[in-house]
C-alpha cells in the first residue's frame, strides 16, 4: 500500500505560480511512476503531468512551458511547479503512483493506469 498526501495548493492570481508537492510513503519511492491529474469545476479529470524513475517526463497538451514536473527520490516527493497560471487551471489537483511494469493499454497520461491516489489539493486562481 502507498499513501500520498498533497500540499502546496491554494489562491493565487492570474499569472502567478504554485509549486505542489506529494509525499508518499509505504514503498520504495523510486520504483513507482508518479502522475499529477487535475479535475476542473464540472469537467473529467485530466492528465497534468509525469515523470517515471528513468526521470522521463510527460505534459498534458496545455501545461507544456508552463509546468514542470520533478521528483525526489531520497525524499520520496513528487513536485508539479506550475507557473504562469491562469484561470482556467483552477481545480483540484491529484497525485497518483503506479508500480513500474509494462502498460497493456495506453500510457502515463492515462487515469486507470495508476495504482494509488491521493486525495487531491484545490488550485484556485482568480482573475
Known amino acids: 500500500q502507498v499513501q500520498l498526501v498533497e500540499s502546496g495548493g491554494g489562491l493565487v492570481q492570474d499569472g502567478g505560480s504554485l509549486r505542489l508537492s506529494c509525499t508518499a510513503s509505504g514503498r520504495t519511492f523510486s520504483n513507482y511512476g508518479m502522475g499529477w491529474f487535475r479535475r476542473a469545476p464540472g469537467k473529467e479529470r485530466e492528465f497534468v503531468a509525469a515523470?517515471?524513475?528513468?526521470?522521463?517526463?510527460y505534459y498534458g497538451e496545455y501545461m507544456k512551458g508552463r509546468f514542470t514536473i520533478s521528483r525526489d527520490n531520497a525524499r520520496n516527493t513528487v513536485f508539479l511547479q506550475m507557473n504562469s497560471l491562469k484561470p482556467d487551471d483552477t481545480g483540484v489537483y491529484y497525485c497518483?503512483?503506479?508500480?513500474?511494469?509494462?502498460?497493456?493499454?495506453?500510457?502515463?497520461?492515462?487515469?486507470?493506469?495508476?495504482?494509488?491516489w491521493g486525495q487531491g489539493t484545490q488550485v484556485t486562481v482568480s482573475s
Open positions: 515523470i517515471w524513475s528513468g526521470g522521463s517526463t
Open positions: 497518483a503512483a503506479r508500480l513500474l511494469r509494462a502498460f497493456s493499454s495506453g500510457g502515463p497520461n492515462v487515469e486507470k493506469n495508476y495504482d494509488y
